[in-house]
């Protein structure tokens, strides 16, 4: 099976995330124009094909806020040799949609961000994707000031469904504030330290690609090195093993496909998503009744 990470050139985004280069960007028309076009190609390409798929969107911007992605979710889901079609959002858009898309297909990697949304308005959207029975990991980026917004999400979350903590960027976590965040994520070890990875085995390249809005392929998002490109097959001649040419590699995107790690067996049948196949996590203590 093949898994495609398709990224196209939308970059807009409806929050102000201060960590994130994107936040309130606002495409032009053309750039939705160009963006939608290349969206309806990939498609158009994997219900062409007849072998088995797997698709995560992970767009700059958020996707669900535009119609063109919840189609598309809601059509590649439906597609018989498409296995998982996953996206990551920041689930402020509407849920209904997903009535229409096959839940033994379709899933969301959501992130709260704090400040941008409120709690309630955030747990909501997680209660209604429960109701419709759409699968769902939801995370947050492990900043000092997310802390007590991020363990009171975790308590109020049902225990069935994952709370990821990505390690933030540039931030060092002493081992005290790493068991802050552990006793949220037990996987946030993963995601604190970059993984030394040159030379070593990965699935990217081989079973796992990156594609472009143009249809170019790389082995992921992090390796500029063109493999070929998806719409004239060229890429299929450079699938092959091959060892990572990056010194480390410190998100989870592109590291949870290393072979040195053992996160294929943690997240089996959800590693797309990022749901792990067992619960690895502690239920937060919840407070006592009054």
Known sequence: MLTLLYRGP?????YDCPYCPFAKRRDSTEQL???RAALERFCAWVADQDEDLSILFTPWGEGLVRSWYRRALVALSRLPHVRRVAIQTNL?????WLDDADRDTIALWCTYHPGETPHDRFLGKTAELTELGVRFSVGVVGLPDHLDAARGLRAELPDSVYLWVNA??????????????TSIDPLFEYSRHPHRTRGRACRTGESVVSVDGDGNVRRCHFVAERLGNLYDGSFRDALKPRGCPLDVCD???????????????VFAGGVLERIPAEPV??????????
């Open 10 to 14: 939308l970059a807009s985004c409806d």
């Open 33 to 35: 124009r160009a963006d």
């Open 92 to 96: 402020s858009c509407r849920t209904g």
């Open 168 to 181: 933030a960027d540039g931030h060092t976590y002493s081992d005290s504030d790493a068991a802050d965040w």
């Open 251 to 265: 998100c989870h995107i592109g590291y949870v496909h290393a072979e040195q790690l053992p996160l294929y067996d």
């Open 281 to 290: 996590w502690l239920p937060m203590p919840r407070s006592a009744p009054a």
